[in-house]
């Protein structure tokens, strides 16, 4: 079946750091990737979209990576800050609607 | 607003109630999901509507949950007779059409089954 991993424990970064978050999936051809940020007590929100074609995308301090021959993406955020911290998840889609998320990454930027 | 809106924000019953949940999706958006979000887990699909044709249920876990959308826009997700282990946070999200477009989420509703 499909599986999407990524890593349960929180990671924990200085500010001014480059924080990378991993997704990893099996059983799976996605044909785009999304990453949303999701804050404690509210829905996700839409951070950036990366498709099979795209090996990278970049919006201000942000990077997505997606390699589909390792079926892994990364997700940087350069000059990290305390205001970052959230848990961050990937989703996946293929030929349809449905996107199929991960479990998160917390992430926590000390001053 | 512009955002996609739940109510109630926070639902406490007894095990064996009915429960029903409301999202507003943002006017236009012609796509609009349920998911379900447990205790430090990911987002689990229940069920998508897209426009007029037959909604994707195939996330419901079991016949207990249905969920209906009126004339295109507002949605409502029942839940007979709750069980403990439906206590989790339902969030509501629509997008404008098709494909890969971004989906915005609502807040959730907290739902508590004591």
């Known amino acids: 079946s499909q599986k999407i991993e990524q890593n349960s424990e929180a990671l924990n970064i200085q500010e001014g750091k480059t924080a990378t978050l991993t997704c990893n999936y099996t059983?799976?051809?996605?044909?785009?990737l999304q990453w949303y940020r999701q804050d404690p007590g509210r829905g996700p929100v839409f951070l950036l979209l990366?498709?099979?074609?795209?090996k990278e995308k970049r919006k201000e301090r942000l990077k997505v990576t997606f390699d589909t021959t390792l079926k892994q993406s990364l997700f940087h955020i350069t000059a990290s800050q305390p205001a970052d911290s959230a848990t961050y998840l990937c989703?996946?889609?293929?030929?349809?609607?449905?996107?199929?998320f991960g479990t998160g990454t917390r992430l926590q930027v000390f001053p | 607003g512009a955002g996609v809106s739940q109510s109630p924000s926070n639902k406490v019953t007894e095990k064996g109630k009915d429960v029903e949940l409301r999202c507003d999706p943002i006017?236009?958006?012609?796509?609009l999901y349920w998911y379900r979000q447990s205790l430090g887990q990911g987002l689990e699909f229940l069920i998508y509507?897209?426009?007029?044709?037959?909604?994707?249920k195939s996330g419901l876990p079991s016949d207990r949950f249905s969920a209906e959308r009126t004339g295109g826009s507002v949605s409502t997700l029942t839940i007979q007779r709750t069980q403990q282990e439906d206590s989790a946070v339902y969030l509501c999200?629509?997008?404008?059409?098709?494909?890969?477009?971004?989906?915005?989420f609502g807040p959730g509703t907290r739902l508590t089954v004591l």
């Open positions: 990366i498709r099979e074609n795209e």
């Open positions: 006017s236009g958006h012609t796509a």
């Open positions: 509507f897209q426009g007029n044709s037959a909604p994707d």
């Open positions: 989703a996946l889609a293929r030929n349809t609607d449905k996107l199929i």
């Open positions: 059983n799976y051809s996605p044909a785009y």
């Open positions: 999200a629509s997008k404008v059409g098709r494909g890969a477009d971004t989906q915005y």
